[in-house]
């Protein structure tokens, strides 16, 4: 099943935050803080590209709404293995970027044959332009999935997705609830939480669960139990680091 992989983006606010909050029985005015009301109606995009078979990811790509970063940037930026960054003007991919991650990230890996699904987007289905960057010895395939069923036979929106988001909002709340002097915004911290929370699901521990998404979809007959990242990862945690020399408050456990 090596050869089969599926590939969707998701959307990110910069500062995500709970939709409800606490207040008295009764008040007629409920009140929120956050750092920047700004990052919280922008957002960015994160798309990621996952298989059934013994290799369970690719890199995780996030798109900003930069334009395009300026030579600074580029130098100075967080970069980690597991990443591959890019900019666009709206937040979103773009053709040219994804027939770029085309070529730079997913070709690459590929070994003979190659069956890609993934959603009407147009930019998805314009197959034209990635043929021309497609390695000759490739066999690739792209099937579409119809626009009004995504939901239930995509593997990364029936169970991946959630269970990513769900896992990177518990740890962006930590950050609020502790009072941690961190621009949670901020583009390098961002990429931080990406890289280690994608370091985490990558985890033998919990692969099961993108090979249980496949199967929800359809895709493949066998079942599997799988646990949830971030019940394993948060539920629990109370005290400070296990580390002796150490006293910060607990953020996670390492999967």
């Known amino acids: 099943l ?3 992989w599926n590939v969707d983006q998701s959307g990110f606010e ?8 606490l207040d008295l029985v009764g008040a007629k005015h409920v009140l929120a803080l956050t750092r920047s009301e700004n ?5 960015y995009t994160v798309m990621m590209c996952v298989s059934p078979g013994a290799r369970k990811y690719l890199l995780i790509t996030l798109q900003e709404d930069k334009g395009v970063f300026g030579p600074t940037v580029k130098r100075t930026m967080f970069r980690a293995r597991n990443l591959h960054i890019t900019a666009s003007t709206s937040g979103k991919r773009t053709k040219e970027l994804f027939v770029e991650w085309c070529e730079k990230v997913f070709f690459p890996q590929m070994d003979g044959h190659c069956l890609f ?3 009407s987007w147009p930019t998805f289905a314009d197959q034209e332009v990635v043929e021309e960057v497609k390695p000759e010895e490739l066999e690739y395939e792209m099937i579409t999935i119809p626009p009004k069923v995504i939901g239930q036979i995509q593997p990364l929106d029936v169970l991946c997705f959630r269970m990513y988001k769900g896992y990177f909002q518990k740890a962006s709340n930590w950050i609020f609830l502790n009072d941690q002097p961190v621009q949670v915004h901020h583009r390098d911290v961002i990429l931080k939480l990406h890289s280690l929370i ?3 699901f990558t985890s033998r521990r919990f692969e099961n ?7 929800l979809s359809g895709c493949i007959e066998r079942s599997y139990k799988y646990v949830n990242p971030a019940e394993f990862c948060f539920d ?9 020399d150490c006293n910060r408050s607990l ?3 390492c999967g």
Not at 14 to 21: K, L, S
Not at 236 to 244: F, K, M
Request: hydrophobic residues 40%; proline residues 5%; glycine residues 8%.
């Open 2 to 4: 090596d050869f089969l």
């Open 14 to 21: 910069y500062e995500m935050r709970p939709g409800r909050t």
């Open 39 to 43: 990052f919280m109606t922008h957002s």
């Open 117 to 119: 699904l993934a959603d």
């Open 198 to 200: 994608y370091q985490q």
């Open 209 to 215: 669960l993108i090979a249980q998404a496949w199967q």
């Open 236 to 244: 629990g945690l109370v005290g400070p680091c296990d580390r002796v």
């Open 251 to 253: 953020l996670l456990k």
